[in-house]
């Protein structure tokens, strides 16, 4: 068993962890209601877009459009697939990361033509150790999301679909189920899907609507916003969730430092009553050694 002075020191190096991880507790809880804030903020602007995509394709559901190309001429071995990976810049943040590079794996294990956008150093030094390449890595992204980095991505992968360097493109990221509960999923940012947009009962009065210069020019210029609307939303929402970990991950670790300190304490105690009574034993003992030593 340990002696008491080492017992002291292991529960002040924990007492110090402790310090720290309630810290990161305490951050991570004000970020992530600034985050959530933002999101709050960009909702209205991402529905309003995407409303009006719906009506436009209410009006004429069957129109063609580069952005609604589906390639159905190209075989699926032959894809050209792009994956936006949303990773954090630093761990601490439980499983965070892991169910985004799990995910990401599994869709570069199905085969095909992959190309991967990586956001986030956790997941650059994964694809890296890896040894899978990756198409263009974005920097300070994932830590401060913003309107013009959404939509430099968007503008990068919306030119290689349009160039049909690539057929599909998906976005991989954490969303935010509830305030406590993440999930990583991966959602179809091109080509655009109609039955995502044709959720209006057919059968409901519709409005009259004149197009200028015309529908396609109109769906030309929404649809790019559409597209850096929902890269920037699924920026703020990992965000979000990396927060969200974080401070349940800082919170468990708070709490099993308590309670790691609350045993060495029991321990402490132990030790320091036997090293007393240890001491009240060798007193007593020398004190009747010298008792019996006087009466000879």
């Not at 150790?129 to 939509?151: D, H, L």
């Not at 995502?196 to 030309?220: G, H, R, W, Y």
Request: aromatic share 8%; hydrophobic share 40%; charged share 25%.
């Amino acid at each position: 068993m340990a002696n008491a002075r080492e017992i002291q020191s292991r529960m002040k190096s924990i007492q110090d962890t402790m310090k720290i991880t309630n810290a990161m507790y305490m951050i991570s809880s004000s970020k992530l209601k600034r985050a959530k804030k933002v999101l709050y903020d960009t909702e209205p602007y991402f529905y309003a877009i995407q409303t009006a995509l719906t009506r436009i394709l209410r009006h004429f559901p069957d129109i063609e459009n580069p952005y609604f190309d589906t390639r159905s001429e190209v075989t699926p071995q032959n894809r050209k697939i792009g994956y936006i990976v949303v990773t954090a810049d630093k761990g601490l943040a439980g499983s965070y990361n892991h169910n985004i590079i799990k995910l990401a794996q599994e869709c570069l294990d199905k085969g095909g033509n992959n190309e991967l956008f990586i956001l986030g150093m956790i997941g650059r030094q994964y694809f890296k150790k890896k040894n899978i390449e990756t198409a263009e890595e974005f920097y300070y992204t994932v830590q401060k999301p913003s309107m013009s980095r959404a939509r430099r991505i968007s503008e990068r992968v919306t030119d290689l679909f349009l160039n049909r360097e690539l057929d599909e493109v998906h976005i991989i990221y954490t969303r935010m189920v509830s305030g406590i509960q993440t999930e990583a999923e991966v959602v179809q940012l091109l080509p655009l899907q109609k039955n995502i947009f044709n959720k209006v009962p057919t059968d409901i009065l519709t409005e009259q609507i004149a197009f200028s210069p015309s529908p396609a020019v109109v769906i030309n210029s929404i649809a790019p916003n559409y597209v850096s609307g929902f890269i920037y939303g699924a920026l703020v929402e990992s965000y979000s969730s990396e927060q969200s970990q974080r401070m349940m991950a800082m919170e468990a670790a708070t709490k099993s430092a308590k309670d790691m300190i609350h045993d060495l304490a029991i321990i402490y105690n132990r030790v320091r009553q036997a090293a007393i009574t240890q001491e009240i034993t060798e007193i007593v003992s020398g004190a009747k050694a010298q008792k019996n030593k006087k009466k000879k």
